[in-house]
């Protein structure tokens, strides 16, 4: 996914070209996921992605979070293996939109 398809939802605030804002953030146990992708499409700023080229332990690929969590708490309801802990900010955090580690891109 390049920045240009993230859709636009409510809540996810771009604050220009190159910036988007952050209402909470995310610790994933990336152990704990099976893989099922339940969470990549229950995210509304769509801001989850799978990794495509780094598995877990035991096989599964799992998320990773881009900027612009608005700390919904949706992928931690929907998670049957409870591998998301969700922390709002108090103050968003205004970051430069970004990229999963084992995603390389143009
Ligand atoms: S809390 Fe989870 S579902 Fe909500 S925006 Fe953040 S990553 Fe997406
Ligand atoms: S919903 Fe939970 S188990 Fe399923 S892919 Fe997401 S983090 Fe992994």
New binding site residues.
């Given amino acids: 996914m390049t920045t240009a398809s993230r859709p636009d939802a409510a809540?996810v605030g771009e604050t220009d070209a190159g910036s988007i804002m952050s209402r909470?953030t995310?610790v994933i146990d990336t152990e704990a996921c099976k893989g099922c992708w339940l969470?990549i499409d229950?995210?509304?700023?769509r801001?989850?992605e799978m990794t495509t080229h780094t598995l877990n332990s035991r096989g599964y690929r799992y998320p990773v979070?881009l900027a612009?969590?608005?700390?919904?708490?949706?992928?931690?309801q929907i998670c049957p293996d409870f591998v998301?802990q969700?922390f709002k900010y108090e103050t968003p955090v205004i970051a430069p939109l970004t990229m999963p580690a084992d995603e390389p891109r143009p």
């Fill in positions: 809540g909470g995310l969470c229950a995210c509304p700023p801001v989850l979070l612009g969590c608005t700390g919904c708490r949706a992928c931690s998301f969700v």
